[in-house]
């Protein structure tokens, strides 16, 4: 199983900015979806997370800016990020708790390889 994170880059602030994150691999279904950030010298936080059935948790930080999606079918998890704010700046990771089947049945969570969003003053 792997997560594809896309969609960061330089963005000006006050700004927008769309993230995807893809999975792909032997799937039979994801729990929650996520994204996380870290910014340089400190822990990464979650930012947003959303179940299977469309549930969301937004951290406060970002409430009322950001806005996390999914597409089941496509297991694909989105951030729309607007009003864009400097401190937003950090790595941006994706995250799935994968329910797939080997010699058993495991949930694991697999994370996504990050992208950097920038937020210029």
């Known amino acids: 199983v792997q997560l594809q994170a896309s969609g960061g880059g330089l963005v000006q602030a006050g700004g927008s900015l769309r993230l995807s994150c893809a999975a792909s691999g032997t799937i039979f279904s994801i729990n929650n979806m996520g994204w996380y950030r870290q910014a340089p010298g400190k822990q990464r936080d979650l930012v947003a997370d959303?179940?299977?059935?469309?549930?969301?948790n937004v951290a406060d930080s970002v409430k009322g800016r950001f806005t996390i999606s999914r597409d089941n079918a496509k297991n694909t998890v989105y951030l729309q990020m607007n009003s864009l704010k400097p401190e937003d700046t950090a790595v941006y990771y994706c995250?799935?708790?994968?329910?797939?089947?080997?010699?058993?049945?495991?949930?694991?969570?697999?994370w996504g390889q990050g992208t950097l969003v920038t937020v210029s003053s």
């Open positions: 995250a799935g708790d994968v329910r797939s089947y080997s010699t058993s049945w495991i949930t694991r969570r697999y």
């Open positions: 959303i179940t299977s059935g469309g549930s969301t």
